[in-house]
């Protein structure tokens, strides 16, 4: 990093003579400064006058000394924190701060909290040449002189109460506090969906099943009876106990689990049939709870079937509504996409009935976190939104603690706009991608101005659970691939032998590189697959897997979608797909007709699939034909008749996904597709309570029949099985490949 130039406006380093106006904090290494803080300086006015000395003596060599106020003499110092010499506004917003000169002496003051410690790095940001744009070492200039303009005047305060971007830059520290960013674990007591954290089923269910939801008129492990009462008198014990082993958490959760089963008892449908919805009896309960907590504040999840506001009950005073915006799409930005109406309407209604409301947000595609997901513009459109509805916290859910999209640039961005919704968004761009990619930042800019207008132009949607090869024929095409990495050649070569900026770049390029290995299996044996025409693999496509795997460990991938493959499982999976015998199948390419419609956003190549020779794996998005709530008849036109020995499919079961294997298969052919003779038949047994992801495979002897059409009925399950019951959803068939021999 040492090799990197920046251009400084505000700070001159040079060994000339200070000029007129100017703070000279160190001349030629040295420095007549110290470093005043409060006789009795809070932690973090300590923090911040040792980072604030340590920085200073990195840059120049300078150490300047720490000393309270009470030690002070009239001689030039830096006063950091609340010290009886101040200058500046008499107050300032909490985590808000000022950075100040006036004659010889420099102030950095903060509100509330870490206020001043942020002071301390915009200083070094603004002023003094540092940067840390992602996690890890922070870029420090060096030079022999400091000098700071004596005419500083610098208030800045929070528009949000709280302010998180997931992403693996906020795991490190130092970055949090240089951007003013939060996290969760640092704020909250208990987060998220706590209903079982606090009522765990392994510990009340087999005794107590009143505790918990009645579904479908039995008591299910699916949610909390909200009106009993003794889940009530176990959550307060619970609050209590907790509050006292963590009395600095500033927020407390109580949320439901991720998933349907609201209680229906008699109590429970009552209090929601008054509210209009399940979200009444929640409101309820959390303001009961709260109220025994005054001094505590309360958060819950205004998701799923409690994101409506309820039509009486007020969120309480100390109770912070969290509300989501999961079901839009993210290709326009969410004050004006149709897919947001519903969370608009929920927004504005949360608006009218409480001030203290949060939202949690999203900016990653779950199932595909390396895939370019270019939301990118859309960031300062939703967070100014926000602010209008006078919203008071952002948690952005990025990838978390793996590698993602542009996770640093968006980190980097967010951190921006959620302390400054109206920040100069060409600057802040400007300064990321400088930082960050040096020279080649002027391509980078080109990519990801190229991946936002593509979006645009090809109408794509942007869906959070999406999949790179829904887009094959829009803003990911290959055509569009290609001019993306035409840029991203153009930043590698710019970058030149700089190594940080060529891993940088590298890290970018591994998102395009992930669309292709994903949209090659789409593909198969056509141009861009990863097989040969005659099926066999591509020589050097396992040596392109294994480097991809190399370079997402060097990134800092863990896993490659939310709860999902590691690199070294992926490299597995595709030596499953490499080993696979491909089967000259009579039905290879041949025409398939469905009596009911196959689900579109889930079955990219339509009726094809069953007959493409490509075999689906245990992602149900890939290579599998998926038909929702009905039975699967396909008829399968092999153009001649042919002697077929035997027919081979598999389905896919995936509970997690609402996905069963059929209850029964039947095998007919015909010569005429007209009139149909069963050929053989097999009942299968409902599974029992199982959520790991199996492929089963079924075999049919045909031996000697002659046909040109085969029709395969799957008879779906009536219903969900009671384990995985939730209202509204219906079971789902995935079926591939039907092969004939």
Known sequence: MSSVLLTVTTMLFSACHPQTGELPLVQQGRSAYVIVVPTEATKAESKAADIFRDYVKRISGAALPVIPESQYKDQPAVFVGNTDHTYGPEKIKPEGFFTGSKDKFLYIRGGSGQGVVYGV????????????????????????????????????????????????????????????????????????????????????????????????????????????????????????KAIADNPDAAYWSISPEDGGGACTCDLCRKADAEEGGPQGSLIRFVNRVASQFPQQRFTTLAYGYTARPPLKAKPGSNVYIMLSTIDAFRQEPLAQTSSAAAFRKHLEGWEAMTSNLFIWDYTTQFTNYLAPFPDYNNL??????????????????????????????????????LWHPD???????????????????????????????????THSTLDIYGNPVYNIRDYLSPKLIDQYSTLLDKAEAAAGDNSVFQQRVAGTRLFLEYVVLQQSRYYGNEPYGYLEADGTVKAKWPQRVQQFAQQCKAAGVQELSEGGLSPDAYVQEWQELFSRKWINSLALHVPVTLVHPYTPEYSPKKEATLTDGLMGGRDFSYNWLFTYGKDMIATIDMGSNKTIHQVQMNFLQDARHYIFTPVRIQVETSMDGQHFTAAEEKDIPVPGEDYAVQIQHYSFSLPGTSARYIRVTAKCPAGLPEWRLVAGKQPALCCDEVSVE
């Open 121 to 240: 790095y915009h200083t070094l940001q603004a002023y003094m040449g540092c940067r840390k744009d992602a996690a890890g070492p922070a870029f420090v200039p060096t030079a022999k002189d400091i000098r700071i303009s004596g005419s500083l005047s610098d208030l800045q305060e929070p528009a949000f109460l709280y302010r998180e971007s997931y992403y693996p830059p906020s795991m490190d520290a130092e970055y949090l506090s240089w951007h003013r960013l939060h996290r969760f674990e640092d704020l909250w007591g208990l987060w998220g969906h706590s209903f079982f954290k606090l009522l765990p089923p392994a510990t009340y269910f087999k005794e107590h099943p009143e505790y918990y939801s009645l579904v479908n008129g039995k008591r299910q492990a699916q949610q909390l009876c909200l009106s009993n009462e003794n889940v009530y008198t176990l959550t307060v014990a619970w609050f209590k």
């Open 380 to 417: 300062p459109s939703n967070i100014k939104y926000f602010a209008a509805h006078h919203v008071k916290g952002v948690f952005s859910q990025g990838s978390g603690e793996t590698y993602g999209d542009m996770a640093a640039y968006n980190s980097y961005v967010q951190a921006a706009l």
């Open 423 to 457: 920040a100069d968004m060409q600057q802040v761009n400007h300064d990321f991608l400088k930082g960050y990619y040096g020279p080649a930042a002027p391509f980078i800019g080109q990519y990801l101005e190229a991946l936002s207008n593509a979006v645009k132009s």
